[in-house]
Structures are given as structure tokens and as C-alpha cells.
């Protein structure tokens, strides 16, 4: 296929690395030539065409942070709180991380996965090619091998490439309430051995916060991961500063997430490290925080930032790549062409990906065709998706 008069939002580069009159030659799931349409090679120039007409075309989106397979929901906690029930009045009533963790253990595989895929569909609305998927509601180890089960196979039911993360460390169940370390050693420890030998585990993550674990435990998790070849991130400074940070950029790790009171030390230590930042601000919203990521900081150290929605029935019941790119840019001052590249050129980054997320040869032939003549509008506007066609392995 051959798409011709597009807009080309490239994310090679500076900024967009925009091509006004660009062509893209796709053969079989990869790109074989992006660039200006006057200097397209002859050998492509007999391929089925498809004109665009001049609209925008940007690599397919990939939201590199999410909790999409879960059980039950938390909608009833919403109205109760905005109803002015404080927060012990709705932990007593069951709500709350453990009324998910309930539900979701409660919940058998094909259940599971038919109250993710609208979810799902909602983000394959806008084109995402690439989702990542995290377990820590069953946070016992058939419940986690079950999460992770379903999350292989929402890749095989939908056209996405799903890279699946094991969240042990999330919370302490209520069986194991007032014992972390116990939990560590006993649960999350044998559950992470258990997934790997099963293959269903790309990435080892962790809830480092006085709500859920400390470093030390989260260093013990990245120990077994580092034991077994799995690179890591971290849910990392997102209500206070434990110095998750700097520990995810002690392992390498590949992203620290949430970082809204990251400090200048943490992000030297990942611009050190290479490690990619993931703003949610979908959780930010929800929660309504007020200490924004450093967004300036992050910037100027070179630290790629990445946006994700954060799929999650607490915090984050978001399902809008389009809304968290607006949210980065209204809430915390980003641009709207950092928004893009944060999902999409460095969204591939936090998931160790180099092949898509881009418009070059050799990445795979994952685009998207928006209605919209410029990519600011992609960030600009609120609650409304342009998508005109989604392009997946290279096939309409
Ligand atoms: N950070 C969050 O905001 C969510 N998990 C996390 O690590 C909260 C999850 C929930 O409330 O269900
Ligand atoms: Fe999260």
C-alpha cells in the first residue's frame, strides 16, 4: 500500500518532523519508504495507491500505561463520595483498591476479558496499536497469572500488540494487612516465577508509596526481575517522594511513572539512566491533585516524556489517549508536540520498543489517518476523535 498527499507527522527529530507533502510505501507489516512525495523512489511508484487528501497521518498511538483487565467497577464509590462520604465511610461500605481486588478474584477468565474489551475498543477507536497491560488486582498468584492470561488474549481477540506487566507489588491485601514483607516473600515473589515460566510477563512493575510498598520491598522484586532478564519500571512519586525515582534508575528501568513530586535529584538520576517519565493525568484529574510532574525539569535533563491514560477503576477511569494528550497539555504545560511524542515515540520508549511509534523504514506499518490538517489539533480540542482510518501491520 502507498499513502500519498498526507501530512506526515514522521516523530523523527525535532518537534513533529513533519513532512507537508509526504508519501508512505508499506510492504507486508513494515514501512519500506516515508519521505516527501517529489522524492519517492520509482520501484514504489506502481503500488495501490491511496490519496489523503492532505490530512494529518501519525504513527498509531500506544498507551504504554494501563490497568485495562479488571473486575467490577467503582462507579457507586464515585457518587458515595460526592454524596460527602469520607473516606473510611467508603472503605466500610467495601469500596476502594480492595473492592477491585474482590472483584476481580471473584471474576473467571472469559468474564474478565469481556468487561476489559470495551475498554479496549474505546482506545482502538482512536487508533492505539499498542497496549500495555498490567496485572495487581488478583494480588494472589492465580488471581495475577489470570489478569496476565487475559491480557495475551485481548492481543489475540482485537488488532493490538499487547506487552503484558507483572504488578504484584500493587497493594497488601487484606489477608496480609500490616505484613508487606510477608507479602513480598510469600505472594509476589513465587506469583512473578510463576507468570515467567507460563511467558505471560514482558515487564516487572511496583507501587512504590506509604500506601503500598516501601523501596527496600520494591528493590526485592527488582532483584528476582533483574534474576530473570525482565526490565522493570516503577509506579514512582505520585502522592509523595520515597525516592522510587532513583531507585527505578538504579535497575535501568525503563520508565518511572506518575512522578509528580519527583525532585531535580530524582530527575537527573533518570536522565543518567535512560529511564523514559510517564505522565498520567488522568490520575491526577481524578484524584485532584495539585503538585504538577516537573515537567520543565524533565525537560531540560532530556528525560523523553511519555502520556498514558492509566486505565484503572480508581484512580483513573479514563479510556482517552486524545483527552490525556489535551490533560498534558492544559494541566501540566506540555506541548502539543510533546503530547504526541508521549504517545507515541516515547511511549515506545517506556516499553523498550524502537520499532513502531515512528513514520521511518523498517518500523512497522502501525499509522494513523486523522481528519485534521495539523497536529496541534490533535492536543487542541476536547471529547472529539478525528480519526478518519486506522492502519494496522501495513492492512486498512
Ligand atoms: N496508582 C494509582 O493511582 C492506582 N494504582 C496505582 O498504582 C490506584 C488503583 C486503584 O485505586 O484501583
Ligand atoms: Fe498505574
Same mark, same amino acid.
Given at each position: 500500500?502507498?499513502?500519498?498527499?498526507?501530512?506526515?507527522?514522521?516523530?523523527?527529530?525535532?518537534?513533529?518532523?513533519?513532512?507537508?507533502?509526504?508519501?508512505?510505501?508499506?510492504?507486508?507489516?513494515?514501512?519500506?519508504?516515508?519521505?516527501?512525495?517529489?522524492?519517492?523512489?520509482?520501484?514504489?511508484?506502481?503500488?495501490?495507491?491511496?490519496?489523503?487528501? %492532505?490530512?494529518?497521518?501519525?504513527?498509531?498511538?500506544?498507551?504504554?500505561?494501563?490497568?485495562?483487565?479488571?473486575?467490577?467497577?467503582?462507579?457507586?464509590?464515585?457518587?458515595?463520595?460526592?454524596?460527602?462520604?469520607?473516606?473510611?465511610?467508603?472503605?466500610?461500605?467495601?469500596?476502594?483498591?480492595?473492592?477491585?481486588?474482590?472483584?476481580?478474584?471473584?471474576?473467571?477468565?472469559?468474564?474478565?476479558?469481556?468487561?476489559?474489551?470495551?475498554?479496549?475498543?474505546?482506545?482502538?477507536?482512536?487508533?492505539?496499536?499498542?497496549?500495555?497491560?498490567?496485572?495487581?488486582?488478583?494480588?494472589?498468584?492465580?488471581?495475577?497469572?489470570?489478569?496476565?492470561?487475559?491480557?495475551?488474549?485481548?492481543?489475540?481477540?482485537?488488532?493490538?500488540?499487547?506487552?503484558?506487566?507483572?504488578?504484584?507489588?500493587? +497493594?497488601?491485601?487484606?489477608?496480609?494487612?500490616?505484613?508487606?514483607?510477608?507479602?513480598?516473600?510469600?505472594?509476589?515473589?513465587?506469583?512473578?516465577?510463576?507468570?515467567?515460566?507460563?511467558?505471560?510477563?514482558?515487564?516487572?512493575?511496583?507501587?512504590?508509596?506509604?500506601?503500598?510498598?516501601?523501596?527496600?520491598?520494591?528493590?526485592?522484586?527488582?532483584?528476582?526481575?533483574?534474576?530473570?532478564?525482565?526490565?522493570?519500571?516503577?509506579?514512582?512519586?505520585?502522592?509523595?517522594?520515597?525516592?522510587?525515582?532513583?531507585?527505578?534508575?538504579?535497575?535501568?528501568?525503563?520508565?518511572?511513572?506518575?512522578?509528580?513530586?519527583?525532585?531535580?535529584?530524582?530527575?537527573?538520576?533518570?536522565?543518567?539512566?535512560?529511564?523514559? +517519565?510517564?505522565?498520567?493525568?488522568?490520575?491526577?484529574?481524578?484524584?485532584?491533585?495539585?503538585?504538577?510532574?516537573?515537567?520543565?525539569?524533565?525537560?531540560?535533563?532530556?528525560?523523553?516524556?511519555?502520556?498514558?491514560?492509566?486505565?484503572?477503576?480508581?484512580?483513573?477511569?479514563?479510556?482517552?489517549?486524545?483527552?490525556?494528550?489535551?490533560?498534558?497539555?492544559?494541566?501540566?504545560?506540555?506541548?502539543?508536540?510533546?503530547?504526541?511524542?508521549?504517545?507515541?515515540?516515547?511511549?515506545?520508549?517506556?516499553?523498550?520498543?524502537?520499532?513502531?511509534?515512528?513514520?521511518?523504514?523498517?518500523?512497522?506499518?502501525?499509522?494513523?489517518?486523522?481528519?485534521?490538517?495539523?497536529? +496541534?489539533?490533535?492536543?487542541?480540542?476536547? %471529547?472529539?476523535?478525528?480519526?478518519?482510518?486506522?492502519?494496522?501491520?501495513?492492512?486498512?
Amino acid at each position: 500500500m502507498l499513502l500519498t498527499q498526507a501530512t506526515l507527522a514522521t516523530m523523527e527529530g525535532e518537534g513533529y518532523g513533519l513532512v507537508p507533502d509526504g508519501a508512505v510505501a508499506m510492504e507486508g507489516e513494515r514501512i519500506a519508504w516515508a519521505g516527501p512525495s517529489a522524492d519517492l523512489p520509482a520501484r514504489f511508484a506502481a503500488m495501490e495507491r491511496r490519496e489523503m487528501g %492532505g490530512r494529518l497521518v501519525t504513527p498509531a498511538f500506544i498507551d504504554c500505561h494501563t490497568h485495562i483487565v479488571s473486575g467490577g467497577d467503582r462507579a457507586r464509590e464515585f457518587e458515595m463520595r460526592l454524596e460527602g462520604a469520607s473516606y473510611e465511610e467508603v472503605a466500610r461500605a467495601g469500596g476502594g483498591i480492595v473492592s477491585t481486588v474482590r472483584a476481580t478474584r471473584e471474576a473467571d477468565e472469559e468474564s474478565l476479558l469481556a468487561q476489559a474489551l470495551p475498554r479496549v475498543d474505546a482506545l482502538l477507536a482512536e487508533g492505539v496499536a499498542v497496549l500495555e497491560i498490567k496485572s495487581g488486582y488478583g494480588l494472589d498468584t492465580d488471581t495475577e497469572l489470570r489478569m496476565l492470561r487475559v491480557a495475551r488474549r485481548i492481543g489475540q481477540e482485537r488488532p493490538v500488540r499487547v506487552l503484558t506487566t507483572f504488578l504484584g507489588a500493587h +497493594a497488601v491485601p487484606p489477608e496480609y494487612e500490616g505484613r508487606p514483607d510477608a507479602y513480598i516473600d510469600e505472594v509476589c515473589i513465587p506469583a512473578l516465577r510463576a507468570a515467567q515460566a507460563e511467558g505471560l510477563v514482558d515487564a516487572v512493575d511496583g507501587f512504590c508509596e506509604g500506601i503500598a510498598f516501601q523501596p527496600d520491598q520494591i528493590a526485592r522484586v527488582f532483584d528476582v526481575a533483574r534474576e530473570l532478564g525482565l526490565p522493570v519500571k516503577l509506579h514512582a512519586e505520585q502522592l509523595s517522594n520515597l525516592g522510587g525515582a532513583k531507585l527505578a534508575a538504579r535497575y535501568g528501568a525503563l520508565s518511572a511513572d506518575h512522578i509528580e513530586y519527583l525532585d531535580e535529584d530524582g530527575v537527573e538520576a533518570m536522565a543518567r539512566a535512560g529511564t523514559t +517519565a510517564v505522565i498520567l493525568p488522568g490520575a491526577f484529574y481524578t484524584l485532584r491533585e495539585t503538585q504538577a510532574p516537573p515537567i520543565e525539569s524533565l525537560r531540560r535533563h532530556g528525560v523523553p516524556m511519555a502520556l498514558a491514560t492509566d486505565v484503572n477503576p480508581g484512580s483513573s477511569p479514563l479510556t482517552s489517549l486524545l483527552l490525556a494528550m489535551n490533560m498534558g497539555c492544559t494541566l501540566f504545560r506540555m506541548t502539543p508536540a510533546e503530547a504526541l511524542a508521549g504517545v507515541t515515540v516515547n511511549a515506545a520508549r517506556a516499553l523498550g520498543l524502537s520499532d513502531t511509534g515512528r513514520i521511518a523504514e523498517g518500523c512497522r506499518a502501525d499509522l494513523s489517518v486523522w481528519n485534521v490538517a495539523q497536529p +496541534a489539533e490533535l492536543s487542541y480540542r476536547i %471529547g472529539f476523535n478525528p480519526l478518519h482510518a486506522r492502519i494496522y501491520g501495513g492492512r486498512a
